[in-house]
């Protein structure tokens, strides 16, 4: 057991490795299309981190996201770089916090609609305060950043992600998550403070959230409400995470990078049928892959081994 | 006509393999074709605007030199044009990949700007980097001059929220002075992008014209009833009646205003009044009635590409940016017939050069056209220019305008 985690945590690390050397090996194009798929890769596996062992489906990513974009152009002339990272996240991890205090007593269909809400409510919010108190709607940001740049940050904060998912899914705080998707009543008998520990998970995986959008926004120069809060940006990311498996460890991974691949592939050689191919594609995710990609390989396999196991038990 | 060779190839099945490992694409480099690129608003919020403005005149552009026989260069040889089209879906992050993907992939000779402030603004960085040229139409914005300073092949074509302004305020005023107008202004705005960027310039605009600002009042988008506005307009006192408006708004303070029977002297609309359609719906209602952009209704150059424009796209081209960015399109294609496919000589010669365009004689002042109708009026069934009055061309104002005639 020990020597197999060995060899994960290797195998992680190398590939880590390799992504951070990438930039000195490919084009320019390349490094924008991976920036593209992390930035994926991080709000798909910051959205299942709370919402695949929770079942609490969220339509807010963007709302982080575009709180993330909008601190970023807020702060940019008057904070040097890292200082406005932390000072995005902060805001992020506050109206997490205020949101989840709020809202995660809600469930099932009332909670997709009211995060779908969020996002507009805090588009309307940043419109009505550039409106009425500052009189301008778009920002500028002209940061020293490079591609590259965004790219390391994006792969860094996605290994981060990528490690706290990991971290969670090995501690007590997992098996609890996993009791409260299962059954609210339940874990609440079992002594598990189900409000404290869905919070702590929101609010984890939005500053995730608001922490790609802060690391992105330099790419767009200027940024007004409907650059940052691009509701796509919350379907893109559930649809993602549910190809993959939102319950599995890996599943947001192999669920945004096949994806945003494709997505590319359309939108570079079919632009005009682009939205019905994509309405397509998910329909057919719902459909035939209820549960991801992984859970249908999985499943598949063992299917097979039984089907080929059977014969023998009959000879017996 | 347009060649989509690439796209066509890609199609054959192996695309996406092809796509992963991004195969070298020599065929780019033998000089058969121009390639031009743009990525564009197709679907999404932005749709509709690039619809009008842009997208028109890049298809009639690309289909005209093609039928002309190809792009001429200096030594008069014609090469066919190639046109790569993305869609950006109205998605900054997409409007970005795509121009990396028409600078790298495609590697295109020049890239058509795509639609907007803000997508203009997430590509400059871009066409800055990889040397190309950038003809922002249809992005209104103060910081031109900033921008030119920033990115030296940036080319910004359609004024700024002050220009607008500050010659609405000069109207509205000499008008007060001459005793046709009372000084009094009634103002409502729309609460994003164009509407803040223009009022925000108009308040001091019009407060340095001596103008008083007696209702000012900002809705949100999406608004569709007017009414409670109209009325506390009218009983405002103004006789002059502002709105930085989009088109649906517009549309709908056309109307709601001739319900109300509000007949302010001076009506002056936002985007959408100078769409044809505005004229058509509105008749001889629309006589009068001010806004942004215009036209020289004197010019056959004019009159020639607006008929050239409907017979090719089948949708009258508007009467502000359609115009400015085809004229764009002119300028770009004569500087390549000058100095070549060198994109340094080609954005030097569009800085410095004088150009003859549908506009007449363009040159541009410090990468910004300069010489652009800042107000315009329905007039004649044409949306004609008025301001600058010194402008060639320019079509003198008409107040106070006539009440609504109701059918």
């Not at chain 1, 995710?285 to 196991?309: C, S, W």
């Not at chain 2, 215009?294 to 017979?311: I, L, W």
């Amino acid at each position: 057991m020990t020597s197999r985690l060995l060899c994960q945590i290797t195998g992680f690390l190398t590939i880590i490795i390799a992504l951070t050397a990438l930039p000195f090996f490919v084009g320019p194009y390349t490094i924008t299309l991976m920036i593209g798929m992390l930035g994926y890769v991080a709000l798909a596996i910051a959205w299942a981190m709370f919402s695949g062992p929770t079942r609490y489906v969220s339509l807010a990513t963007v709302a982080f996201f575009g709180i993330g974009a909008y601190a970023c152009a807020v702060f940019n002339e008057s904070l040097p770089y890292p200082l406005l990272l932390l000072v995005a996240g902060l805001i992020g991890l506050a109206v997490a916090l205020v949101v989840g205090l709020a809202t995660l007593r809600l469930a099932g269909v009332y909670f997709v609609i009211f995060t779908f809400g969020l996002a507009e409510l805090v588009r309307q919010l940043v419109t009505w305060f550039e409106v009425n108190i500052t009189g301008t709607l778009g920002r500028y940001i002209f940061l020293p950043v490079t591609p590259e740049g965004i790219y390391w940050q994006l792969l860094a904060l996605s290994a981060f992600a990528f490690a706290i998912s990991w971290l969670i899914g090995r501690s007590r705080l997992g098996l609890a998550l996993k009791v409260i998707g299962e059954d609210e009543v339940v874990a609440a008998h079992c002594g598990i403070a189900i409000a404290r520990i869905k919070l702590a998970l929101f609010a984890l995986s939005a500053v995730i959230m608001t922490l790609v959008g802060a690391i992105q926004a330099p790419r767009w120069t200027y940024v007004e409400p409907s650059i940052a809060f691009n509701p796509t940006i919350s379907f893109l990311t559930l649809i993602m995470a549910l190809l993959g498996g939102a319950n599995r460890l890996m599943g947001p991974i192999m669920g945004a990078v096949p994806l945003f691949l494709l997505f590319e592939w359309l939108s570079a050689n079919f632009p005009n049928h682009y939205s019905i191919i994509l309405g397509l594609v998910f329909i057919t995710i719902v459909f035939v892959l209820p549960n991801g990609v992984l859970d249908f390989v999985e499943k598949g396999l063992t299917h097979r081994i039984t089907a080929a196991a059977k014969p023998a038990e009959v000879q017996k | 006509m347009i060649s989509l060779k690439r796209r066509d190839i890609l199609r054959s099945g192996v695309a996406a393999a092809a796509f992963v490992s991004s195969i070298g694409r020599s065929w780019a480099q033998d000089r058969k074709s121009v390639r031009i690129g743009y990525a564009i608003s197709k679907t999404g919020p932005n749709a509709g605007g690039a619809g009008i403005t842009t997208l028109p005149n890049y298809l009639l552009w690309a289909k005209e030199v093609q039928d002309a026989g190809g792009l001429e260069l200096p030594d008069g040889s014609r090469l066919p044009l190639e046109v790569v089209e993305y869609d950006d879906r109205s998605s900054a992050e997409e409007v970005v990949r795509a121009v990396e993907r028409l600078a790298n992939e495609d590697k295109v000779d020049f890239i058509l700007a795509p639609w907007g402030t803000g997508f203009n603004l997430a590509a400059a960085p871009l066409f800055d980097r990889y040397g190309f040229p950038q003809l922002a139409v249809s992005a209104v914005t103060d910081k031109a001059p900033q921008f030119v300073q920033r990115w030296k092949k940036s080319f910004w074509m359609l004024g700024g929220g002050h220009d607008y302004a500050k010659a609405l305020a000069t109207i509205i005023a000499e008008a007060s002075k001459a005793g046709t107008l009372n000084g009094k202004v009634a103002m409502v705005s729309v609460a994003d992008g164009f509407g803040i960027d223009l009022v925000t310039a108009a308040r001091p605009a019009f407060q340095a014209a001596a103008l008083e600002i007696v209702y000012d009042k900002t809705y949100p988008i999406g608004t569709s009833d007017f009414t409670p506005m109209i009325n506390e307009a009218k009983a405002s006192g103004a006789d002059s009646f502002v709105a930085f408006s989009y088109p649906p708004d517009t549309f709908a303070l056309t109307q709601q205003s001739q319900i109300a029977d509000f007949n302010p002297k001076l009506l002056y609309l936002g985007v959408g009044t100078s769409f044809p359609v505005y004229s058509k719906n509105n008749g001889a209602n629309a006589t009068g009635i001010l806004s942004l952009g215009g036209v020289d209704p004197t010019s056959e150059a004019n009159a020639d590409y607006r008929t050239r424009h409907e017979a090719a796209t089948g949708i009258a081209p508007d009467y502000w940016a359609s115009v400015i960015t085809y004229a764009s399109l002119q300028m770009l294609q004569e500087a390549i017939r000058r100095k070549g496919l060198d994109r340094e000589a080609v954005a030097a010669e569009i800085a410095s050069g004088s150009f003859e365009t549908v506009l007449g004689e363009t040159k541009l002042e410090d990468n910004q056209l300069r010489k652009i109708w800042w107000v315009g009026q329905w007039q004649n069934g044409k949306f004609v220019g008025v301001a600058p009055g010194d402008h060639a061309g320019a079509s003198p104002l008409i107040l106070p305008r006539q009440a609504w005639q109701k059918a």
